[in-house]
């Protein structure tokens, strides 16, 4: 019973109305989301929700910014060649974009350079170092690039020309002997403020460049340009990366850019609606798609043009190149889908390194982004051309990509990035050398526990709250992203309805969800999550709230994140329910003990004027508050083992230090919550627990006078179930004593086939019998010496099978009144019926 994916809630039980929400007329659920980003007061909230420009920090204060405007005025006042040097992705082209408006603002002419990303790659090449010293240039301004180019820079100095490096990027051990160097990483740089994208160094640059007063105005011609970089680069949206995004969605819905209000047209974003999601998965992925292809130029073309007309052209373009690009990735991903599935060495390596030749070196990132995210591992995809692979990595929560490939510098041409991507290069020949040192690294750094994605989520939303009213309000905490994330919320225990698999190439899942009303869920690329769920299951859901509109009429969407299973509709069909069926039943070592019942001891314990009031159960309550580590859950039933279960799975790991499930007994002397089904109750150490759960009613009052005697005082029992819940203990007591007639037919088919092996789902069809009832009868067979079995796992198929093979027929004739398991479980049968 693993789960794919670590839910974890921010918020622990109901949202209620506070303080925050009255005074800025906020609903519940949007002030308990800020609270969830420490936001707790009414002025830091109206920071947050409308942070102001006039926040924007001082240029100055950045390493070498004087320096560096010093040096472009010089440039200026002796009539200079300038160049700009950018890069082929959303930052680098936005980057060169802001600066050739500010130069034409003030009517300079310069010249820009962006690498073909499919014949140069990434950052500064001596090539082009040339080619632009060729042309006459005597400053170069790199943007978003230029950290790492230590040697290229060496190269322009001994050409005789100046080199101003802005970027972000991580530093490494040299740093460049530029004429000045502004980037916030630098150790001995002391701004404040160190996520900000390329282009968002590039607009401190232009700020700094730009008289104070006259950038109050002049600022909003760089704006959108700088907020599609800061989205798009995946930074941080805190600090200055909020006051920038923040004010240019707002501007966006102007459209003061000719050409960035052109693409979103072809796009089909309505503007006056524009999101940060619309910026990172519509608008940026075309800018992209030109870089990717070897178009880098286009988007520079786009957002520098005075031109409706050519803006036009160009966001058709654009469009053309986008359709262009994913048709390439979805053919590259599915081939590294099926590198990984043919080779069985990805399924225990934490890394992933996948290479082949043919790859465009354009798409890789996107593609190892998309496996990194499936698989939650970390990804380096690599393209091999003339004995050279070059490529990307993309990687997880603690494990930088970057450290481990400095780690492996000796193995690398080139290689540079962040904690959670890089780009690389290296001979071909020593991709597996790669491989194996990666590994090695992510051995020793990365548990098994580390390789399951944590996603934090606000809170269980409440059935009532879901409207259109909160998507609005949400909108209120845009832009979302990196420190800020689109809130993501559950809701449980509904019922699946029809579920499909849709899209072009089958990769996008639909399906409905039912409580007390439906609710459309659609899961972009996430086909591969529909196998396991059948309509009438019950699941649970993790999602973004969104909206869909068609025709005009809006609905409810809820944008899925991942699902689980809540509570299958037909258990005989489901393995894990099967195996806890076989869990059930005592096997002759490990009979039930029945105990004597002690009334007045459960009435004082569990505080009832009578035992109906005693035993009685309370739903109303917020569980979270007893789960934690030394707590102990008890479960009798497939529904209160799965309610159970989904609460338990919710909780950080740093409240309950992880939890165990066991079955009939606990033998672990550990400090980690124990979560028990089906126990033998008198084989516990009752009075370890500070606190005991019981999801589901007991078997009978003995196990109630036995609990309520041999825990401590000072320990809390709860009781978190419901008179309803006593009908699935019933439907499990009913089924405990098999017909005459059930073990007989059992035997004949044991007798006829001698050695049975079986999947788990196919019991009910072999042997016309519940699984539960199976379970029993090859247990009481074992211990009459007639039938041995035994479980096993394949690894490969992931299937559960029993096995069953008929023993020497004995010679005395089959009694089953002679069965310690039969007579014990019509015992407990018999103290069920009279607690109940």
Known sequence: MIFNKKWTLRHMGSVKENELSRKL??????????????????????????????????????????????????????NENIWIYGDYDVDGVSSTSILCIYFDSINYPVNYYIPNRLEEGYGINEDAIKHIHSQGCNLMISVDCGITSVKEVDLANELGFDVIITDHHECQSEIPKAYAVINQKQDDCHYPFDMLCGCGVAFKLIQALTPKEEFKTSLYNYLEIVTLATICDIVPLIDENRIIVKNGLKLMTEGNNIGLKELIKVCGVESNKIGSSHIGFAIG?????????????????????????????????????NNERQLIEAKMYQEAEAIIEANEKYKNDKVLVIAKEGWQHGIIGIVASKLTEKYYKPTILLTIEDKEATGSARSIKGFSIFDALVKCKSLLNKFGGHDQAAGLGLDSDKIEELSSEVNKLAQYELSEEDLIENVKVEFELNEEAIDLGLVEELHKLEPFGLSNPNPRFIVRDAVLKNIIIMGKNKQHLKFIIEKESSYECIGFNMAYLKSGYNPGDKVDVLFQLGENNFMGKRSIQFLLKDIRLSHPKNTSSNEDVIELFSKIIPDINNLYKLKNIDKEAICKRLKGNDIDEAIRGNKDINIFNYINK???????????????????????????????????????????????????????DLKRYNNIILYDYLYNMGDYSHLCKNTNNESSIIKYYSKTDLLYLNNIVNNLIPEREEFINIYKIAVMQKNIEINLTDIKKVFNIMPLKLFIIIEVFKELSLIDFDFKYDDTLKTKYICLNLLPKPDKKLNLDESKILNNLKKLNKEYTESY
């Open 285 to 321: 992925p075309r800018i992209n798609a030109s870089g990717r292809l070897g178009y880098s130029k286009l988007g520079v073309q786009l957002f520098t043009t005075k031109s409706q007309e050519k803006a036009k052209e160009l966001a058709n373009i654009l469009e053309e190149k």
């Open 630 to 684: 030394d707590t102990l859950v008890i479960t009798n039933t497939i529904n209160g083992f799965y309610r159970a279960l989904s609460d338990i799975s919710l909780v950080d790991e740093d409240i309950c230090n992880g939890f165990d499930i066991n079955y009939n007994s606990i033998d672990t002397n550990n400090d980690k919550l124990q979560l028990i089904f089906s126990p033998n109750i008198d084989k516990i």
């Open 25 to 78: 007329k906020i609903s519940p659920e949007i002030s308990q989301i800020l609270k969830n980003r420490e936001i707790d007061n009414e002025k830091d909230a109206e920071i947050f929700i409308n942070p102001s420009l006039e926040y924007l920090r001082d240029p100055f204060l950045m390493k070498d910014m004087k320096k560096a405007v010093d040096r472009i005025q010089k440039a200026i006042d002796n």
